[in-house]
């Protein structure tokens, strides 16, 4: 299949693009931050641009495109709102207009940030939203173009982990960054989430646009934890003492936008169309862990287009 990434520097697309360059011609579009992923065709691509998107759209037909790019910093959206309405919403606006046009399924990336309530229980696909932040508001607003512009659009709600190519970090690298370097780290008992590996969510993304699944999707882990409880999986699957992750309270952060406390995503309906369930936080932090014995990271990390070109 011909599968377009966009956000193909960032942690979700860049995955994505190294892991279906084997089975499938992948196409990756990145901006600022080149990147070089063996087998995947790499374009630098302005979103903000809507001529560059038409063009590279007509230059190689996907038959599917992941849309993974995004502002996805949520308190530089709330510092910058324009401009993170012009990236989530406005280049969505474009891409799945042209999508329509050359008949490319679209699959949008969305966030579990769509949902702000502190209730218990987790929140299905079709209940009310309560996007309280720029992040979540342009997010969901995305959401809704994607599936206006074709009734084939998919818009998976996530919330992800797992290994980047450029040198950032996603929660878990931090968790194992900071405890490598013997250092005590703060988790927070009083947030709740249903974080997804990215490589699991690669599987569950292929299985959807091979099946032509479409409308609003749920991909999360199967159960629901704390992020001080994530970080202690971690620290005991990676060996590292528990003791050096100290509770906290969200209070205690430097954090500056909102966060929801328990934007916790049902996996329910995803479970039962494909009858098995999802995997839960344990089994993504074990094949976090093996992925890391196996050298992914390091893989991943090679491909980093600037470091590339520095050692020429
Ligand atoms: N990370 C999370 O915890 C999380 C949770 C839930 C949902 N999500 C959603 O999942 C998706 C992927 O997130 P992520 O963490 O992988 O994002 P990320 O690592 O922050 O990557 C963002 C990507 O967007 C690209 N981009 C930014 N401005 C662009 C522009 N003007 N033109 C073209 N590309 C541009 C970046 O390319 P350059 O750097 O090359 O410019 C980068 O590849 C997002 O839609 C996000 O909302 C993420």
């Keep these: 299949m011909k599968v377009l990434i966009t956000g193909a520097s960032g942690l979700l697309g860049g995955n ?3 892991l279906y360059a084997s089975r499938h011609e992948v196409s990756g579009w990145y901006f600022r931050h080149p990147v070089q992923i063996p087998a995947c065709r790499m374009v630098k691509v302005n979103l903000l641009d809507p001529n560059e998107i038409k063009e590279a759209l007509e230059a190689w037909k996907p038959e599917y495109i992941i849309h993974c790019a995004a502002n996805a910093n ?3 959206c709330e510092a910058h709102p324009k401009e993170a ?3 989530n919403v406005e280049s969505t606006r474009v891409l799945a207009e042209n999508a329509a046009a050359i008949k490319a399924k679209l699959i949008y990336i969305s966030t579990d940030s769509v949902f702000t309530s502190d209730r218990d229980s987790s929140f299905r ?3 009310e939203t309560a996007p309280r932040t720029v992040y979540a508001q342009t997010k969901y607003e995305g959401e809704k173009l994607a599936l206006a512009m074709s009734p084939e659009s998919l818009v998976i709600r996530t919330c992800i982990y797992g290994y980047n190519i450029l040198p950032k970090k996603s929660l878990g690298e931090w968790v194992i960054g900071e405890l490598q370097l013997q250092k005590s780290i703060q988790g927070f008992t ?3 989430f249903t974080p997804i590996l990215v490589n699991d969510l690669a599987d569950w993304l292929e299985r959807a646009f091979k099946q032509s699944w479409r409308g609003c999707l749920h991909m999360a882990s199967h159960d629901v934890v704390s992020k001080y409880e994530f970080a202690c999986l971690l620290a005991r699957e990676f ?3 528990e003791s050096r992750v100290k509770s906290a309270g969200v209070e205690t952060s430097s ?3 909102f966060r ?3 934007p916790c995503l049902s996996v329910a309906k995803i479970e039962n169309m494909a009858g098995e369930k999802m995997p839960t936080v344990h089994q993504g932090i074990r094949r976090f862990y093996n992925l890391y014995q196996e050298g992914y990271q390091k893989r991943l990390k090679s491909f980093n287009g600037h470091l590339a070109t520095q050692g020429k």
Aim: proline share 4%; aromatic share 12%; hydrophobic share 30%.
């Design 74 to 76: 949520v308190d530089d």
């Design 85 to 87: 309405r012009r990236l």
């Design 260 to 262: 929801p406390k328990r």
């Design 16 to 18: 994505l693009c190294y």
């Design 190 to 192: 009083d947030l709740y």
């Design 255 to 257: 954090l500056k936008a």
């Design 125 to 127: 696909e079709e209940e």
């Design 239 to 241: 060996g590292f003492s």
